[in-house]
């Protein structure tokens, strides 16, 4: 165990940490931006740093095709590669084993994959994809894992979670212990709530950096997320964080982290900025729907973000979406980071000041008040 | 007359000058970016700021189709509208005259255009561009004009010069002087000797803020380009600001300067950044060559600009151009934008320093001599 957490507050089951890296400190709850083949599409990172980005995810996969293990190691990591002096987390594939099952091939030591790109093999089990996230200088790698679709039946449920325990067993003995640097284990079940119990004490005993909630975000729902979490949580370790992983929407995050969840991941504020999706405190809007052609106003007129500050309009922005100009994209991209950041930030200060639940439940009904229209 | 142009240096007939508008002020020689529909392609104007950008060029025909005059007027002007604070040009339709040629029809008062967007009708002529441009608060308006096309025969450039004079006129007439704001008159004449002389001497009577070579950057090539302007460059007055409109590659940029031009804008350096195209001290080169995969040097060792100040590499960037990321763009475009400005002010700082054609001709010859390859 390398990696320093330390819980610094409670609030009911709300938590307030701080995790300790080489690359630098994580304060908890934490949103992980996604950074897939080691970059937020179209955000250079000095912006991440300006919105308070205190960590990013990056995926195993998708960088051993491109640009491959070589190039990552001789720019000295994907940190140096990109530019990006912060903590990384990196997924281990696991996801892709369940997202790319077409094209993949599951044994009992690990994955063959068929390459998207050109056809070719790509392989990956425990050693490969701990060796990988090593030579990427990941700051907190991932056990390789089997994650599972929704829905799927106890019986395969049970033999995918035993599964993915014997990888997390090699995935430890293949991870170097290094100061600064972590590993966490990752929980599967699927809905179950046995295997899920199961999955977490078995995992305990190997004694991880941190463990996250796998197999979620999948296509469940909502409700049923938060009854998994809610089923697994006490289980958890009370010393070590707890990674909900691929969630989720603001409310997602506000009602994990009430149940107790430290991190998060989610490609929601980058995919939907360029898309032109757009989350403000009161609710979403998409900057592409005519109405926002003569609305002056900023996407949302409370927002500190680097946007919103300088007076951008909803006008502007639906004009720059209009003409397919990328600077939609990333003004869009930006603001939403900045949005989820700034949520993020307003639980951890909630949880310090004892009042997460009046400010928790404030976010959410404003969200669900939605934006308020220009008058005609 | 309501711009105020300082001639402050010259060596032999280049020339360092400051252009003070309601704006702000533009040393020259001056290079202005492209942003036709209100936005210089993914790039934000504080960028453009700290690379040192003291004027951007937009396009009235393709403002007047998206947003259309009633959005940009209600933002209070086009700077207001996209969040930049420092002076701006607008071209007046006149190019798209020629570069629409196929959907537009030209007639003794102005052109009538099918838009290429829904077939819609749109009409330009010296009122409606002159008066759609101070809707814009453009800070210095071109006059409505007839660009012709390359080659073109005599009859038919003189035809259309004298139109283009006559709409000068009326350009002039529909101008509203406010202080701080200013309009050029365009010269046109195609290659011809005594037609661009006969259309600078008219314009010269109608008392512009500055002249603009037009109908040049067509096709005709460096050589002819050079030509024209030796020929028209002594008829132009010497208190006035010159403009080489849609000019062109750094070796056109430093050869019109030493004839004594002022002021430039071009597509170069952004088009280009969007298709891994960049330019360096050493020549071109383009990102997307796989020899970029493993060259971890940044572009230009010794540009000052934002990415290769931090260090971006090569590799990096080959990897965001091969994935598709924006990122990619962005990077390019800044590099490339910092690289035009960097050589107007080295050039701008040789005149003033008498050493123009020293600093030009090393610049030439590095040019010329192209990327040092890695070695193998």
Redesign the interface.
């Known amino acids: 165990m390398t990696l320093s957490f330390k819980l610094q507050h409670k609030d009911g089951n709300a938590r307030a940490g701080i995790i300790h890296t080489a690359h630098g400190t994580i304060e908890t709850p934490a949103f992980m931006p996604v950074g897939t083949?080691?970059?937020v599409?179209?955000?250079?990172p000095?912006e991440l740093i300006k919105i308070g980005v205190n960590i990013i995810l990056a995926n195993t996969y998708h960088l051993m095709e491109?640009?491959g293990k070589v190039?990552i190691e001789?720019?000295g990591g994907l940190r140096k590669?990109?530019?990006w002096q912060g903590p990384i987390l990196t997924d281990s594939g696991g996801f892709q084993v369940m997202s790319l099952s077409k094209m993949s091939k599951v044994d009992e030591e690990g994955v063959t994959f068929k390459s998207h790109l050109d056809g070719s093999s790509l392989r990956l089990n425990p050693e490969i994809s701990i060796k990988m996230q090593k030579s990427f200088d990941s700051t907190i790698s991932m056990i390789f894992d089997e994650c599972t679709p929704y829905p799927i039946d106890y019986e395969l449920a049970k033999k995918s979670m035993r599964l993915s325990f014997r990888w997390a067993e090699k995935s430890k003995k293949y991870f170097d212990d290094r100061n600064g640097y972590g590993i966490f284990g990752i929980v599967q079940g699927s809905i179950y709530k046995d295997l899920r119990e199961e999955s977490i004490k078995e995992l305990i005993q190997l004694n991880f950096d941190g463990l996250a909630l796998g197999g979620l975000a999948v296509g469940e729902g909502h409700e049923i997320m938060v009854e998994v979490v809610k089923n697994s949580i006490e289980y958890f370790p009370l010393d070590k964080p707890r990674y909900l992983m691929g969630v989720g929407y603001p409310k997602d995050i506000i009602e994990s982290v009430k149940l107790g969840i430290d991190m998060f991941d989610c490609v929601l504020p980058t995919r939907s900025g360029r898309t032109g999706k757009v989350f403000t405190k009161y609710g979403e809007l998409n900057i592409k729907n005519a109405k926002y052609?003569?609305d002056?106003r900023p996407l949302d007129i409370k927002c500190k973000c680097a946007v919103c500050a300088?007076?951008?309009?909803r006008?502007?922005l639906?004009?720059?979406s209009?003409?397919g100009?990328?600077?939609a994209?990333?003004y869009l991209t930006l603001h939403n980071i900045n949005h989820y950041i700034e949520l993020i930030s307003d639980i951890r200060n909630s949880i310090i000041n004892k009042n997460f639940d009046e400010v928790s439940e404030k976010r959410l009904k404003d969200y669900q008040k939605g934006d308020i229209d220009l008058e005609n």
Request: glycine letters at 8%; aromatic letters at 12%.
């Open positions: 083949y080691g970059a599409k179209g955000i250079q000095e491109r640009p190039i001789k720019s590669f990109m530019g052609k003569k002056f300088k007076n951008v309009s006008s502007y639906h004009h720059l209009n003409i100009d990328m600077l994209s990333i």
